[in-house]
């Protein structure tokens, strides 16, 4: 019986459409004999002997999806994992794309980023004797990679030369791109995923992500590939289209991030921030824009070295993690530091760690982050008479609702009804800047404070289109030092906030769902809660049902499958006191619910402890809302709902 012959038999084991096997047959005659996935064959043909079924029918059932905005997923071999030929493959789409849109450009010009990853097989999905070509694949090498593409089709590609020891920060690339005025741009990161993932993001002209419809025109190009161009690295070197970068926009990005600060400087010694970079890109950015402005930087030593094995750092070199902090926070209680900041590992997001009055440390998260640093920029703007005639506050519909309420309390405009994506907030800036208003709001980008986003991700200019952990870490470290002159700490200061606005108790839950099975599960119980939605959640009925995908609602007709993709959300909103949005992943193979909870602001005259039983009893319905949503979501496909009365998050995945 020959390769092929023996990996129909085993997936004929396998409960899954039959359209989805011969897909993944298909492609897997293509990799087991074209010349081109000769390097992969040894792994394949071990794969094979060994009977990895489910495996091999993952990563050959289809081509790993181009998505809303590139294409990420675990490195590996076959076209449903991340790799030079699925890459090259987007790349090539991309160089149609801009070709397209662009027809009397020329030179097209992109700029390429890159973070610090590299594969080294940390799951043991190969066999480690035989030759493996993505072994070792770093993101410096897959950018290369990319180049080649972007130079082979005429296309001019601007990268950090070969011997530099920089990196470019997803937030400065997208400056880059706008500082050079090229036509788009290219990252190779998968941000705080696992260390064996990688992907490839573009960029468009406007210094963001493509947003429906311009996404899907790049989508259906990606899929009409059939022939990729490209050189070897040297003839590419040759070829007069490869420019590397200088420091000159590094420069500019850094100098307009201390521009952005509301503060003198500390005194040297006044005030000490621990930072981490989680051995990521972060101390080129938020850091060297922290030091240059005048704080006392403490690194964490361990942490510093760019490796993208992240080996000093606890679960996942996510700032929204806690426990990613971990070092941090002892090396700040060592030094009696005033503030902890995080970087992830392509410097977008940012996690903070802040002391009360007693000295016990506290996580901020990225709600907490987000009203803190919305009242605090508008109150210090109003009080130096610098605030605009018309302040825009931005944020994503599941970010707290609080940044909402104390927009308006300074008489801002507050856009938050956008999807979730940083893209979407970046469309809502260009549109302020081509038509001077987006939707019921006017004004220019002059107008603009900031957009806050759940997941850690701040931006408090609009000179940049994308999240920025340095611009967010100055403004944080300036609220934490003004309260420090004031003889007060960020706990007190958020705790002013929710007594004046409203106490809310926002948290996030996920269901991961492995594999070709886990996704078809996925699928289902969305499917299920759009049909049959939910009437009551612990004991509260569920006053107002929303379906973002429904084509009369507040986002009109579907712009396309990407469109459709980014607007798979369902809302269910309990009256004033609690709220749920479920929606898929784009990036991680979960379903991701973000909750909230909240009470009115506190009355004149409540006494401590009432209030405090105010707080005391959203913190349990948050519990009960959580555990109940999820057990109700879990029943609709038949699963185990034990776990998620514990409020914790579900795991149904086959392993490979």
């Known amino acids: 019986m020959d390769l092929l012959a023996q990996v129909a038999e085993g997936f004929r084991g396998i409960d899954a459409d039959v ?6 047959l298909t492609f897997l005659r293509h990799w087991l004999t074209e010349v081109e996935f000769a390097a992969y064959r040894p792994q394949l043909h071990w794969l094979i002997e060994t009977k990895q079924w489910p495996g091999l029918l993952d990563r050959f059932y289809q081509i790993l999806p181009f998505g809303t905005g590139g294409r990420r997923g675990a490195v590996g071999i076959g076209p449903n994992r991340m790799n030079p030929w699925t890459l090259r493959a987007s790349v090539q789409g991309h160089c149609e794309y801009l070709k397209e849109k662009f027809p009397d450009v020329e030179p097209l010009r992109v700029v390429l980023a890159y973070d610090v990853r590299q594969f080294e097989d940390q799951r043991r999905q190969y066999n480690p004797d035989l030759p493996n070509p993505v072994l070792h694949l770093s993101s410096r090498d897959l950018a290369r990679e990319a180049a080649c593409v972007y130079v082979a089709n005429g296309i001019h590609a601007y990268i950090l030369p070969p011997d530099s020891k920089h990196y470019l920060a997803t937030p400065e690339l997208s400056f880059t791109i706008r500082y050079l005025k090229a036509q788009g741009g290219l990252n190779i990161s998968a941000s705080h995923n696992p260390p064996d993932d990688n992907g490839g993001k573009f960029y468009d002209e406007r210094g963001g992500q493509p947003v429906p419809p ?16 490209t050189l070897p690295w040297s003839e590419a070197q040759r070829s007069g289209r490869l420019h590397w970068l200088d420091e000159a926009p590094h420069r500019a990005y850094i100098d307009l991030c201390r521009k952005t600060s509301l503060l003198p ?6 005030f000490t921030v621990v930072f981490t970079p989680l051995h990521g890109v972060g101390s080129l950015t938020a850091m060297k824009v922290l030091v240059e402005q005048g704080f006392r930087v403490l690194p964490v030593a361990e942490q510093m070295t760019p490796d993208g094995q992240f080996p000093n750092v606890t679960k996942t070199p996510n700032p929204e993690v806690p426990e990613s902090m971990d070092r941090a926070a002892a090396l700040a209680r060592q030094h009696k530091a005033d503030l902890v900041l995080a970087t992830d590992p392509d410097a977008d997001r940012l996690g903070v760690m802040v002391p009360d009055k007693n000295g016990e440390w506290h996580v901020i998260n990225g709600h907490q982050m987000a009203a803190l640093l919305t009242h605090f920029k508008l109150s210090k703007l109003t009080q130096q008479g610098r605030l605009p005639s018309s302040p825009i506050v931005i944020r994503t519909d599941v970010t707290t609702s609080l940044v909402t309420r104390i927009a308006r309390h300074f008489k801002a405009q507050v856009i938050d009804d956008l999807l979730v994506g940083f893209k979407y907030i970046a469309d809502v800036l260009w549109h302020l800047e081509r038509e001077g208003a987006y939707g019921d709001v006017t004004g220019t980008p002059a107008d603009f404070i900031l957009a806050v986003e759940e997941s850690h991700g701040i931006l408090v200019t609009p000179h940049i289109r994308d999240k920025d952990a340095a611009g967010a870490a100055l403004l944080m470290a300036e609220l934490a030092l003004d309260q420090k002159r004031r003889q007060q700490t960020i706990v007190d200061y958020l705790e002013r906030i929710f007594q004046e606005f409203g106490y809310f108790r926002n948290e996030g839950a996920s269901v991961f769902m492995h594999g070709l099975e886990g996704k078809q599960q ?9 049909t049959t939605p939910l009437r009551t959640i612990a004991g509260l009925e569920v006053t107002a049902f929303e379906d973002l995908r429904q084509e009369k609602g507040r986002f009109g007709p579907l712009k396309g499958a990407t469109d459709a993709a980014s607007r798979n959300v369902l809302i269910f909103r309990c009256g004033e006191r609690a709220r749920v949005a479920l929606r898929p992943s784009g990036t ?22 009432a209030w405090r039983r105010q707080c005391h009893e959203v913190d349990e319905l948050m519990t009960r809302f959580s555990a109940d949503f999820q057990r109700q979501a879990l029943q609709l496909i038949g699963l185990n709902p034990s776990a998620a009365a514990e409020g914790k998050s579900i795991h149904t995945s086959t392993p490979e």
């Open 214 to 229: 311009d996404d899907q025109i790049m989508a259906d190009l990606v899929d009409q590939v059939t022939a990729i161009k």
């Open 588 to 609: 991680e193979p979960k379903a991701k619910m973000y909750l909230e909870t909240c009470s009115p602001p506190r009355p004149m005259g409540m006494a401590d402890d």
């Open 265 to 270: 400087p500390p005194k040297r010694d006044d």
């Open 19 to 24: 359209a989805l096997k011969e897909q993944a």
């Open 522 to 530: 996925m699928a289902h119980m969305m499917e299920r809660l759009r």
